[in-house]
């Protein structure tokens, strides 16, 4: 009964984080086609860009979206420059939204995945060659989300700035959810040998 | 497998249908047709010992090695 509270518990959570990250994906799909109407409206917003990220490793959070109000066009803190949307060119904010919204959709397909898993222990068949596949499909969307995260561009009418990143933590997401989806698969092979067992 | 299940030659002999023999034994009739068929990974000893009791026979005479041809 416990177990179930838990589980119920978990599939809200996973409701509300699938609700959130469509409502993210729809509000910026909105903003672009916005944006392509009436860039005016966006000549007060302004990004963050953090350079201090290298090619080697970084936990730095990397954009913050917030409301300018200096006139100084760009803001130099350390490493950080603050780059307003309108003096982006196109194909950069293009990349900058594909990536973002990339990352909300596998976010969402892992989420998918998670329920998926969560309702088969629920219902008492946990190790299932579902759940197997399952695991091996978290891990290729975590290697997805280290992809997708580990190059940055931002180009502007004089330059542009480009930057790799190394994430480590999907990669370490992807490798415990490969090892997991092992782990499964021997356990589907168990359930199997012994639902032939006479 | 190496173990091949000669238990449709012990119902020859004892004249028993495979449903009789799962209504003595206490199993389903599609868990015998695995045993039969020699679809089945494992065998339980409780599950022989009900076989050969209703057959009247020895495990020997059910069960049978034969080494794997590579």
């Known amino acids: 009964m416990k177990k179930n509270k838990l589980l119920s518990a978990a599939l809200s959570v996973c409701n509300i984080f699938k609700l959130l990250f469509i409502i993210f994906i729809a509000a910026s799909t909105v903003l672009l086609v916005h944006w392509h109407f009436s860039p005016d409206t966006y000549k ?71 329920k998926s898993i969560i309702k088969s222990v629920k219902g008492l068949e946990t190790f299932r060659s579902s759940n197997s596949k399952a695991f091996r499909k978290i891990g290729k969307y975590c290697l997805g989300i280290a992809l997708l995260s580990a190059f940055k561009w931002i180009g502007l009418e004089g330059h542009s700035f480009f930057g790799l990143y190394f994430q480590f933590m999907p990669l370490a997401f992807a490798m415990a959810a490969f090892i997991l989806a092992e782990v499964f698969e021997e356990g589907n092979k168990l359930y199997e040998a012994e639902q032939l067992t006479i | 497998m190496a173990i091949i299940v000669n238990m449709d030659v012990m119902l020859a002999r004892r004249k028993m249908s495979l449903s009789e023999l799962a209504e003595k034994v ?45």
């Open chain 1, 44 to 114: 007060d917003i302004s990004i963050t860009l953090d350079k201090t990220s290298n090619a080697v490793y970084t936990m730095a959070d990397d954009y913050a979206v917030e409301n300018s109000s200096d006139t100084d066009k760009r803001i130099h803190a350390k490493n950080r420059e603050a780059i307003r949307i309108t003096d982006l060119n196109h194909q950069s904010l293009y990349v900058f939204y594909l990536q973002s919204v990339g990352l909300l959709v596998f976010w969402l397909l892992i989420i998918q995945e998670i």
């Open chain 2, 26 to 70: 206490g199993l389903t009739l599609s868990n015998l047709s695995i045993l039969k068929t020699g679809k089945a990974k494992a065998i339980r000893f409780s599950t022989l010992e009900a076989i050969c009791k209703a057959l009247d026979c020895q495990p020997g005479d059910i069960l049978e090695y034969q080494p794997a041809q590579s």
